[in-house]
């Protein structure tokens, strides 16, 4: 069914920072997914929300506690709170959803804030009965950086998933690769360490789908699919967290 945005001020007093975010799916028979993204004292931006990738920490089935690598976080701005994006699925019957989020924060604030983006493209057109549809997408970062997780997202045509980094010098290095897509089991990938990348490095997302009878998740390989926000359209997100190196 429709997203369901909800505003939830904390009215935190003072700046608090995020180490930790853990969700507990109330019915996991009706809820797919949410998204925790963050606001100020001045109310929710658009802006701020979109370029907050997955915000502050997502649920999805077959993810884990959201982490922020040692001496890093995410901050929750006096006098802000959150907003939740739930999304739901119908079961047939009636029930009632008390999920519960888990925030864990630092004792002070730490050395390097955590940024999160996507590469992205909403202009999605998948033909008919298509095979095998690529699509790619790129972020740039200007300045030296170190990545922290990736995550890539499609809908159930989503066939595969890579990304790969692009160095100023050329060199490409492979940093992720979802061969089998699978939209029932989503998860995100934290490196084990934070991986560096030199200013003007390229992040590449490429993801193909399968618009096709052979595929058996196919809601309808008689129709173009294109962007939207339901299960049986399309999405095309290779989500991103990262911290400068500079800070």
């Not at 925790?36 to 990738?53: H, K, M, Y």
């Not at 740039?140 to 595969?160: A, C, I, N, Q, S």
């Amino acid at each position: 069914i429709d997203y369901r945005n909800m505003a939830l001020p904390l009215n935190n007093e003072e700046e608090l920072w995020v180490k930790g975010v853990e969700f507990k799916p109330g019915d996991r028979q009706v809820l797919h997914h949410i998204i925790a993204f963050t606001f100020g004292a001045n109310g929710i931006n658009e802006f701020d929300v979109l370029n907050q990738g997955i915000g502050m920490g997502a649920y999805a089935p077959g993810n884990a506690p959201n982490t922020f690598p040692e001496n890093t976080g995410y901050p929750l701005r006096a006098g802000g709170g959150l907003l939740l994006q739930m999304h739901y699925t119908t079961s047939g019957k009636e029930t009632v959803d008390a999920s519960e989020i888990g925030i864990y924060l630092h004792d002070e604030k730490p050395a390097k804030t955590v940024f999160g983006g996507s590469a992205s493209d909403l202009n999605i057109a998948i033909p008919p009965h298509a095979k095998y549809h690529p699509m790619t997408a790129s972020k740039v970062f200007p300045k030296d950086t170190y990545l922290t997780m990736l995550g890539p997202h499609m809908h159930y045509r989503g066939l595969e998933a890579n990304f790969k980094l692009v160095y100023p010098d050329g060199r490409e290095e492979m940093v992720l690769n979802v061969p089998n897509y699978q939209f029932n089991w989503q998860t995100t990938y934290d490196f084990k360490e934070p991986k560096f990348i030199p200013a003007g490095t390229e992040l590449v997302f490429h993801a193909a789908y399968d618009n096709s009878a052979m595929n058996p998740f196919n809601p309808d390989p008689t129709v173009e699919s294109n962007f939207g926000e339901q299960t049986w359209q399309e999405m095309f997100f290779g989500f991103y967290q990262y911290y400068e190196a500079d800070q």
